[in-house]
């Protein structure tokens, strides 16, 4: 019983692999290309730019010509003063971000009126972008929050929409870090961010990458959750089976499992 869950655990870790390096290869194909099929490829007029080749109808612009760039507050310290606590106003830090995978969607603390009057609120929509600790992990905020100095807010401007800019900005990661300048603790800031090179195309594509993505990420979740099912559903079994709550002669839920 146990092995037949194994390997389906094992078969959707390969799952997950597979469509981890896929999306790696889409995006590397979709901002070199654009949103095309590999077929076509061939037939995309192409420029070389200081971030590399991309579509001659694209352009690359610094950061702060395409979005404003805000640096969250909270002007008190010590940061962990118990008074400005409690209260009912969302107050996300580096840690929500970073296991956001791009959408923030929960928070762990909230602020008081009195927190409220050191900090401030960014709105619903907002990229958040860290530059503490852990250097260029992003997230579109789904609900107005406050959050630390710790954390950016990214609003953008003109026809870049924040759905790609986000999409964009999660590609920079590797790179934001490797950059990073290093003291006690790396770090950047609005400054090392403002020149930042984005790569944009018309609006028409960059829907269309959003798409693309999204899809691939919906399926990663998917089997991300399947994975976490399948572990909880092992220790359950294994918990079982040791205690004599399930008797190793029953193989039904095996065969159920092995058949699906």
């Not at 026809?159 to 770090?187: C, F, I, W």
Request: charged share 25%.
């Amino acid at each position: 019983m146990l092995r037949t869950v194994q390997r389906a655990k094992e078969a959707t870790e390969k799952v997950i692999g597979a469509a981890k390096a896929l999306r790696q290869t889409l995006v590397r194909h979709l901002f070199r290309y654009g949103p095309v099929a590999a077929d076509l490829a061939d037939n995309i007029e192409l420029q070389d730019t200081k971030v590399g080749t991309i579509p001659a109808q694209w352009q690359v612009s610094r950061l702060d010509e395409v979005a404003a760039i805000e640096r969250g507050k909270f002007a008190h310290r010590p940061r962990n003063d118990p008074r400005f606590y409690g209260g009912a106003i969302p107050f996300i830090q580096t840690g929500d971000v970073t296991k956001s995978d791009g959408r923030v969607s929960e928070y762990s603390q909230t602020l008081n009126d009195l927190g409220l009057s050191v900090s401030r609120v960014f709105p619903k929509g907002t990229i958040v972008l860290t530059i503490a600790a852990n250097i260029g992990d992003c997230g579109i905020l789904e609900f107005d929050s406050a959050f630390p100095d710790s954390l950016v807010g990214i609003t953008p401007q003109h026809s870049l929409s924040n759905e790609y800019l986000n999409v964009y900005l999660r590609t920079q990661k590797h790179e934001m870090d490797r950059l990073a300048p290093r003291g006690t603790q790396k770090n950047i800031n609005i400054r090392f961010l403002e020149p930042w090179p984005v790569v944009v195309p018309p609006s028409e594509g960059q829907n269309r990458i959003v798409a693309i993505i999204a899809t691939i990420n919906r399926k990663l979740k998917a089997e991300e959750s399947h994975r976490a099912a399948l572990s909880g559903l092992f220790d359950s079994m294994l918990h079982n089976v040791m205690t004599g709550k399930v008797r190793v002669q029953d193989l039904q839920f095996a065969e159920a499992v092995g058949s699906a």
